[in-house]
């Protein structure tokens, strides 16, 4: 079995009991047992290396989860667990299973990690110093709202993480969107030890104390500043949020997982996973996507879920906009003018904002990309 790849392989909505996925970079089968066991193997024949599955996401014939896979060249057949079922041209007597790769879960996520590391990991005390118990945000309290599985990201995965990764962005770039919500002058920052193979970061950013009145003129009617209006005017007044109401954003960053980032909005109402991937082997440096998912907690009631589902993606879709234009225009320019290319040094020296130790574990990690 291969160690802890750190890959993000998906979550207890999007890969249901008795159902295998095929991951959106194609490297992976995910497979979950009527009970809820979890494995994952690679996506490639033990025969001779082909594919075996090709279209991303569940796999399913005729309706139904598929009970089987057939390789293409030779016929091989292996269970969705990967059991090798049947080699009709095995003559050697190595009839191999497909290649397990270590998966474990947390919070309802399924991470490429060793169960025993990620029980060690940083990630059981995910946002402690914030006083919030990590379980707080585990799927099972949140609905799936909707999947966007292939976002293009025309840049370097690389800038996709320094941007997201450096709080500075956040006044700097999304002045109509983030910033006007939120106050970007006090960020507050969870970082664990960079030693360990697993650890995270937490960037959190608190609501401004007086939102300004909504413009039905104003370009921003169906953004952020309006979704938190339509929660302060809706929300029944006993209502509980899951976290403090004042923590506007959480954006956490599990390293260890490339481009994985969970994003954590408006008290805890909202989450968004957002993985970025490379999409296209033969182009390593751009070719990229992001996979988007929504999710939206189980307490907000019935009658407001809709509203509130389409407020969260378009707001989520004004800053995400705003962060892909950024890097595409930076990205150009700075290779056109420099003449350099993006890459780990680079990274290393652009960040400026945060602490000493956020820095560095930055730099830590960067190494990792
Ligand atoms: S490569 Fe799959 S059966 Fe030969
Ligand atoms: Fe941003």
Same mark, same amino acid.
């Given at each position: 079995?291969e160690?802890?790849?750190?890959?993000?392989f998906g979550?207890?909505?999007?890969v249901?009991?008795?159902n295998t996925l095929l991951t959106p970079d194609s490297r992976y089968l995910v497979h979950?047992? #009527?009970?809820?066991?979890?494995c994952a193997n690679l996506n490639y024949c033990t025969h001779g290396g082909y594919p075996l599955a090709s279209e991303a996401g569940l796999l399913i014939k $005729?309706?139904?989860p598929v009970k089987s896979l057939v390789c293409d060249m030779h016929h091989w057949v292996f269970a969705p667990d990967g059991k090798n079922l049947a080699s009709l041209n095995c003559?050697?007597?190595?009839c191999k299973d497909l290649q397990r790769v270590?998966?474990?879960?947390?919070?309802?996520?399924?991470?490429?990690?060793?169960?025993?590391?990620?029980?060690?990991?940083?990630?059981?005390?995910?946002?402690?110093?914030? $006083?919030?118990?990590?379980?707080?945000?585990?799927?099972?309290?949140?609905?799936? #709202?909707?999947?966007?599985?292939?976002?293009?990201?025309?840049?370097?995965?690389?800038?996709?993480?320094?941007?997201?990764?450096?709080?500075?962005?956040?006044?700097?770039?999304? /002045?109509?969107?983030?910033?006007?919500?939120?106050?970007?002058?006090?960020?507050?920052?969870?970082?664990?030890?960079?030693?360990?193979?697993?650890?995270?970061?937490?960037?959190?950013?608190?609501?401004?104390?007086? !939102?300004? /009145? !909504?413009?039905?003129?104003?370009?921003?009617?169906?953004?952020?500043?309006?979704?938190?209006?339509?929660?302060?005017?809706?929300?029944?007044?006993?209502?509980?949020?899951?976290?403090?109401?004042?923590?506007?954003?959480?954006?956490?960053?599990?390293?260890?997982?490339?481009?994985?980032?969970?994003?954590?909005?408006?008290?805890?109402?909202?989450?968004? #996973?957002?993985?970025?991937?490379?999409?296209?082997p033969? $182009?390593?440096?751009?070719?990229?996507?992001?996979?988007?998912?929504?999710? #939206?907690?189980?307490?907000?009631?019935?009658?407001?879920?809709?509203?509130?589902?389409?407020?969260?993606?378009?707001?989520?879709?004004?800053?995400?906009?705003?962060?892909?234009?950024?890097?595409?225009?930076?990205?150009?320019?700075?290779?056109?003018?420099?003449?350099?290319?993006?890459?780990?040094?680079?990274?290393?020296?652009?960040?400026?904002?945060?602490?000493?130790?956020?820095?560095?574990?930055?730099?830590?990690?960067?190494?990792?990309?």
């Open positions: 079995m160690g802890s790849l750190g890959a993000y979550n207890i909505h999007t249901p009991f008795e979950r047992s #009527i009970n809820g066991g979890i $005729n309706g139904k003559h050697s007597g190595h270590s998966v474990a879960e947390w919070n309802g996520l399924f991470l490429g990690f060793n169960p025993n590391d990620l029980s060690k990991s940083s990630l059981c005390e995910f946002a402690s110093s914030f $006083n919030i118990d990590y379980q707080t945000f585990d799927l099972t309290n949140y609905l799936h #709202i909707h999947t966007l599985p292939d976002d293009e990201v025309k840049y370097p995965l690389i800038l996709f993480l320094i941007n997201f990764r450096d709080l500075l962005h956040v006044g700097v770039i999304h /002045p109509k969107t983030f910033a006007e919500v939120a106050d970007c002058s006090k960020p507050e920052w969870e970082i664990s030890d960079p030693n360990k193979e697993i650890a995270h970061c937490i960037q959190l950013v608190r609501r401004k104390n007086n !939102l300004k /009145p !909504l413009n039905q003129c104003d370009e921003n009617k169906h953004g952020w500043l309006s979704l938190l209006h339509f929660l302060d005017e809706n929300l029944p007044a006993d209502f509980e949020y899951p976290i403090d109401k004042d923590i506007f954003a959480l954006w956490a960053d599990v390293c260890g997982v490339n481009g994985l980032m969970l994003e954590i909005y408006c008290g805890g109402l909202f989450q968004v #996973i957002s993985h970025v991937y490379n999409k296209d033969l $182009n390593k440096l751009t070719g990229n996507a992001n996979q988007v998912e929504f999710f #939206i907690h189980k307490s907000i009631p019935d009658s407001m879920r809709e509203r509130l589902s389409y407020l969260l993606q378009t707001a989520y879709w004004q800053s995400a906009n705003e962060d892909s234009g950024f890097c595409e225009r930076f990205y150009e320019n700075h290779t056109r003018f420099s003449g350099q290319s993006i890459d780990k040094k680079f990274a290393s020296t652009t960040h400026e904002t945060g602490e000493e130790p956020y820095h560095n574990w930055v730099r830590k990690f960067m190494r990792r990309v």
